[in-house]
């Protein structure tokens, strides 16, 4: 007959001793990797959401220019000359989405192919948003509360978004994989301006009403200011550890 006190400390059976269950799940019943691939997936999400608010505003300007709404001062210069806005809204749009999933390395890594095949449509995307925003930029009549100053801050980040979209595809022609990945996420922060200005607008608009002329460059400009510096943390927090691996996609192709 077993003693009572040591049946009570015996292991179950599959059941290693540290206590945790012999198919590697954790406590709550999910799998370390599973818990990996949602936490991968957490980055491209927010990323998605914020592109959601440009997004949106985009959509209603597209419905405008299909729809025939009234003509107004405000979007007087959209119907004038349509075609850069509209290429602009579009391909940003592709490029704040498409660009989200480079993000996800579990869904690259499943998908060897897709990043190639998603950079064929990324790059010419990123260069007709940029493209078409200096145009506006230098040819559309400014808007009320739209200064010099912010001009000047759409011409810098405009260029310097096509530079680093053109730097980042010189490198991977190079099979430079590392300044690829630095200057392609340089770019993709760019290209992400509008959402966080629409998170630095904010507060202010609680707070203060309508931003005036200078305040609203400079909230403008803080978008693209805070979503480089956010850039550049990521990639000094996570450099390319496999070159080899991450470039065995690209051979012989």
Do not use: K
């Not at 406590?27 to 991968?40: D, E, I, L």
């Amino acid at each position: 007959m077993t003693d009572e006190r040591t049946t009570r400390h015996l292991p179950l059976p599959g059941t290693p001793r540290s206590g945790r269950p012999a198919d590697g799940r954790n406590g709550a019943g999910t799998s370390p990797a599973t818990s990996a691939t949602r936490a991968g997936w957490l980055l491209p999400t927010a990323l998605i959401l914020l592109s959601a608010v440009p997004m949106a505003a985009g959509a209603v300007r597209l419905d405008e220019l299909a729809g025939g709404a009234a003509i107004t001062p405000e979007n007087a210069r959209f119907f004038a000359a349509p075609v850069p806005v509209v290429a602009h809204i579009v391909c940003v749009s592709l490029y704040s989405v498409l660009g989200a999933f480079q993000f996800a390395p579990g869904f690259r890594r499943r998908r060897p192919g897709w990043h190639r095949a998603a950079g064929r449509l990324l790059i010419p995307c990123g260069l007709v948003a940029a493209a078409t925003g200096l145009w506006m930029t230098l040819f559309y009549p400014r808007p009320a509360g739209d200064g010099d100053l912010l001009a000047g801050f759409r011409l810098v980040f405009g260029t310097a978004m096509i530079m680093a979209i053109l730097l980042g595809l010189a490198a991977i022609r190079r099979r430079d994989i590392a300044r690829h990945r630095e200057w392609m996420i340089r770019g993709y922060a760019i290209g992400q301006g509008a959402g966080t200005q629409a998170l630095t607008h904010l507060p202010w608009f609680l707070i203060a009403g309508t931003p005036g002329e200078l305040p609203r460059a400079l909230l403008v400009g803080a978008g693209w200011v805070i979503n480089l510096a956010v850039a550049e943390w990521f990639i000094r927090r996570r450099p390319l550890s496999s070159p080899r691996t991450f470039a065995s996609g690209f051979a012989g192709r």
